[in-house]
């Protein structure tokens, strides 16, 4: 009777057991079924999205931000039993893009070119004693030149000079000029009465502009003119005595000399000191109603003191 109990208890449990493994089996058999006929389900990417900060904007960070990689979905392998479990493969350890550091330009170094733009001039050779005396003293021998002065490159030192003035007359003479401060002259010319000549310097201090001038000359005694009367004039009781003249000046002018290549024009002016001889080999009529004359048979001396001028013109064109 036990037994019998026993053996009804257990068989609603075995009833029970078998239906579910009944259920199971189906359910695998349709899963097949169904994956026989459709595609399999494609793979799905998931994407990280960082959520922005609510607050103010956070500083830009020296190093980009890199998304988490995708986690891929795997499908069921087919042929696989309902519910069985397919294990994901490993995840990649998480590997941050490397930083690319963009490494600085070379600095640029000056180098000097090889090919200088000046190349000084070649020094003159030394003569053999200069290069026996420096070859035993171990120093290279270095020869200086002199710069070369105005007159080695050309200057004009010799012309011709011409004046026009008085005591002096007319002139034309030769012209010597060693510096641009120094001129030096000597003529002949003529009084409008006699001939006559001189010689004479001037100073230049810069070389044009202001002139200092020395001179001194002699007039031959020869017959008086309207113009020898004009330049001296005398007493009218003395001047029918002064039937010739001859004299000798000295002349001290200041002036100016305008320069312009080899030609230069000058106006000078200044003191003249004059010591002269008067004859007057004609008698002279003192009382014309009685028929007076008186003959002065000695030569008189004058001696006088006058401002004098003159213009003048030279032109240099010869010389180194």
Known sequence: MRRAILATMHLPKA????????ACAAVSVSAEEAMAQGPAPETGQITYTPMRRTGPEAPPSSRPVHAPPTVPIYAPVPGARSGQAHAPPPALP???????RY??????????????RYAPPAAPLATPAMRSRFATSGTPAVVTTAVPTQAETGRRTMGLGFDLGMPDGVNLGLVLSPADWLRLAGSFGTNTTGLAYRGGLSLL??????????????????PTNSVIRTFFSVSAWVAPYVQELGYTYFNAHLGFDLVRGNV?????GGYTFLMGIV??????VVDSSTGTTVTIAEEGKVYAQTLSAKLGLVFLFGGS
């Open 15 to 22: 009833c029970s057991r078998s239906l579910g493994l009944l």
């Open 94 to 100: 998480y590997e941050p893009a490397p930083v690319k």
């Open 103 to 116: 490494a600085s330009p070379p600095a640029q170094i000056y180098a000097p070119s090889a090919t200088p």
């Open 205 to 222: 201090p810069v070389g044009w502009g202001p002139s200092f001038s020395f001179e001194a000359g002699h007039c031959n005694l020869a």
């Open 264 to 268: 230069t024009m000058y106006l000078h």
């Open 279 to 284: 004859r007057a080999p004609k008698s002279v």
